[in-house]
């Protein structure tokens, strides 16, 4: 059984359907891209498995359990998924380790005491150690957006969603971010992406999606995708994208 | 020096000999002509009066105590009012609705109606319920006036500020598992807060003036004390006195009001 499941998702804001059906199985450990022009519906299907949006049809498994089901409460299900948005968010008003504490506090009601060596560790793994105590102004964009992951992976999350996490950062600090994606990828970590990196979903991903006016129109794994796309479409697309 | 930084002095030399002379110039035109116009010695001598002032300034400054005693218990009791009456208005389980009418209604009414007459109506009107004492003193329903109105502005204060905080936020609050009230005590408030700060020392201002209505209604505050010292010494100088208190303790708080505006505009961009 995949680790998540989306079946026939559906979600349209006002009379514009942005994802229109989408089918997706995503296995235990698996790192899957999405690929796509911008207003594809990238950012969308990923709030949707966040049940940041609410769908309105199809299923969403979570372990084989439909989390689409309207009337179910969202904070159980997004304190098992984690997200990383484009541009951070971190709280400003908090040190990167406030940030990285607050939820597990909150949600899991663990003590800032039993929880802030496990912390420290994530911070210690992706370099950051000497940050902890910064405020989020106090960071380059390339910090903020590790501080955003380990924010996310503090929650222990069972599968986590990155929404162009390097959209927002200048070239030179792409790479210190995507390596983070790797090691958690070693680490087994079941991820969704959209990205706009194509060399990095070429070598590192597992499936690739291409998305086109919120249908998924072809998937696979990245080297057939991209070295021999099927669709008309996708071989425009990456005829763009890798100009 | 390079020529760019010699040339801006040069101009910054001239600006600054231009705002001399058109000053100078002004202030000779008040002192030269004031004192030429035909009722200038009466009005110095019935506001402006020396010996009045030097006998009325210490006694007007006790009376202030009054207002800032007024004013130390209303702003903290308005800051809490406030406050709550704008999570009220924002909240959004629907058996808060009953909520949400009270605070939409409060906002309505204690906006829509001048300081003045609320002071008056529960100054008054809840004392003539022939309340025991203390409770029949003007110093707890005027204080009460002036906290149901203040609040009423502060909480909208407190709604834009949560308002000007980026939908984003919550976004990541809520994919982090936070309840709609966690999200809103932990990571909204605040930020909204802080946003709000300098508008809010604005409204600290306004009531630090208007704690002077409350003379309507019996305390002895500072300007009723001036109106006291006119009526004894046939003289307007005392309100004069009154107004320079006012300005020491507004002018540094309007100052640092303005002050914090700025750095938050700069700290923004
Ligand atoms: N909150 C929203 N309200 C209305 N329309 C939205 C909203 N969010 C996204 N959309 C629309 O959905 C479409 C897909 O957007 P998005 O999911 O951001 O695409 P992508 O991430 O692939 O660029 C766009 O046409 C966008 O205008
Ligand atoms: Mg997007």
Redo the contacts between chains.
Sequence with gaps: MAKLSLRGVVKQFGANTVCDGIDLDVDEGEMVCLIGASGAGKSTLL?CI?L?EAVEDGEIFLDGEDIAEPGLN???V??????V?Q?F?????MTALENAM??PR??HGRSKADLVDEVEDLFKRFGLADRMQNYPDQLSGGQQQRV?II??LA?RPEVMLFDEITSALDPQLVGEVLDVLLMLKQQGMTMVLATHEMGFARHAADKVCFLKDGKIIEEGPPEALFDAPEREETKAFLARALK | MTRRARYEAQQRKRSLMIAATSTLAVVACIVIFVPMTPGWEKVQRSFFNGAVLADTFPKLLDAFKINLMIFSWSAPAIAILGLLIALARDAKSPALFPLRIFGATFTDVFRGVPVILTVYLIGFGIPGLGLPRPWNSPYIWGSLALILTYSAYVAEIFRSGIDSVHQSQRSAALSLGLSERQVMRDVVLPQAIRNVVPSQMNMLIALQKDVSLLSFIGPVEIFRQAGVFKSLTANFTPYVGAAIIFLIVTIPATRYADYLMAKQMRDRS
């Design positions: 709030r966040n940041l969202p904070q159980a997004r304190a098992r998924i984690g997200m948005f541009s968010n971190l709280f400003p008003h607050l939820a909150r949600v955003a924010r996310a929650m």
